[in-house]
């Protein structure tokens, strides 16, 4: 653009110089008389304006390429936020069936998210959850147990965290609907394995709330099961979410 505003420049300092180049052709006598000078006058300045017009246009047209960048580029990244470990929350809850199910206990799982972003602009959710960081929470349980079914969460037959350290949701499609409510459509990665879900979240006081259900064999995952199948813990889990993203600062 520069380049151009420098050309406009010099074509404007042609126009001036195009009188005084007539007059001196004009002394020297190539040009005869004052007909042939401005005939010659009327040629320069045609050629002249004609490139000026040209540098105009490229000028122009570079000026709305700029401003149509600044206004898809300038607000999309101005509105993506991080989202706040320390104060969002995904609390799993697992429940049990089976015919001895009223002696055994429901669990409460949290799910600590490492790292996220939401971009209310371009409509975009993406978060990870660290499984190895995940915690039963279970205060009716004593510490032993408490940590056996830990054990058992991390451990090769539920989560296997240690090959798979990673959870992650990414949105694909993101939705408002009158009422207040957002529904969003991702990709959840979980025990190795991707598959599409769909949740509905309400926004109140800077925070998104709301639940989804999932089902344990989508990802892979045999439900627990123990007393010879007499207790066993139920494939359907529900995901309660609570999240906050930090005020004025952006995500990358």
């Given at each position: 653009m520069h380049s151009v505003i420098r050309c406009l420049q010099e074509f404007d300092k042609l126009?001036?110089?195009?009188?005084?180049?007539?007059l001196l052709l004009l002394c020297m006598g190539i040009l005869g008389n004052r007909s042939e000078v401005e005939s010659f006058e009327t040629r320069i300045g045609h050629g002249v304006v004609m490139i000026v017009g040209k540098a105009k246009e490229l000028l122009v047209l570079s000026l709305l390429v700029s401003l149509t960048a600044i206004a898809l580029a300038g607000p999309a990244a101005g509105q993506v936020s991080r989202i706040d470990e320390a104060s969002s929350k995904l609390l799993i809850h697992v429940s049990k069936s089976g015919v001895f199910s009223g002696f055994a206990d429901n669990h409460e799982v949290e799910a600590p998210i490492s790292v996220g972003t939401i971009d209310e602009t371009g409509a975009r959710v993406r978060f990870s959850v660290d499984s190895r960081r995940m915690i039963?929470?279970?205060?009716?349980?004593?510490?032993?147990?408490?940590?056996?079914?830990?054990?058992?969460?991390?451990?090769?037959?539920?989560?296997?965290?240690?090959?798979?350290?990673?959870?992650?949701?990414?949105?694909?499609?993101?939705?408002?609907?009158?009422?207040?409510?957002?529904?969003?459509?991702?990709?959840?990665?979980?025990?190795?394995?991707?598959?599409?879900?769909?949740?509905?979240?309400?926004?109140?006081?800077?925070r998104y709330t709301g639940r989804v259900v999932l089902k344990q064999r989508d990802f892979?995952?045999?439900?627990?099961?123990?007393?010879?199948?007499?207790?066993?813990?139920?494939?359907?889990l529900t995901i309660e979410f609570d999240i906050h993203t930090t005020s004025g600062e952006k995500g990358q």
């Open positions: 126009l001036q110089l195009r009188t005084v180049l007539c039963v929470l279970d205060p009716q349980l004593p510490p032993d147990k408490r940590r056996q079914v830990q054990e058992r969460m991390l451990g090769p037959n539920v989560l296997d965290s240690t090959r798979f350290p990673e959870i992650t949701f990414e949105s694909t499609h993101v939705e408002r609907d009158t009422g207040g409510r957002i529904r969003v459509d991702g990709q959840l990665s979980l025990h190795g394995v991707t598959k599409p879900i769909a949740l509905v979240a309400r926004l109140e006081n800077g892979g995952i045999t439900p627990v099961s123990i007393a010879g199948g007499t207790v066993k813990v139920k494939d359907e």
